[in-house]
């Protein structure tokens, strides 16, 4: 349980003024999204030392309803890196497990895309460490 307490999670202060407000729409495509929030809980042992962290967001809503797909984006390269053009993972769900390495630092990000293809635009980043 101790490598529990290790896994640090830090929702950056500067992503959490957007987030709070319930309102997310930079792009004008009428999705209204939130973004990621701090995921609970810790990590779970996984194949070869790794460990396995659960990002979660709520649910993106539109006018037109709709199903949301939701795009993944990571780096390892800083906050505010992560390339916007090109998702790592991408889902239907409203969590995503992902694989973090003991000491490494990633910052993700997600975004709701519609059906037609139209995506929130919203930055609201995590950062997660590796226990």
Known sequence: MKWISRLVLVLLATACIPA??????????????????????????????????TLFWGPAVESNGGGFTYLIFETQLGSGQENLSSPTFSTTALTMPVTVAT??????????????????GNTNEIEVIGP
């Open 103 to 120: 000491g490494v630092h990633y910052w993700f990000i997600v975004q709701a895309q519609d059906a037609i293809g139209n995506v929130d």
């Open 20 to 53: 709070c407000s319930g309102q997310n729409n930079p792009s004008g495509t009428g999705i209204t999204f939130s973004g990621l929030q701090a995921p609970s809980g810790g990590a779970t042992p996984g194949a070869g030392g790794s460990q396995m962290a």
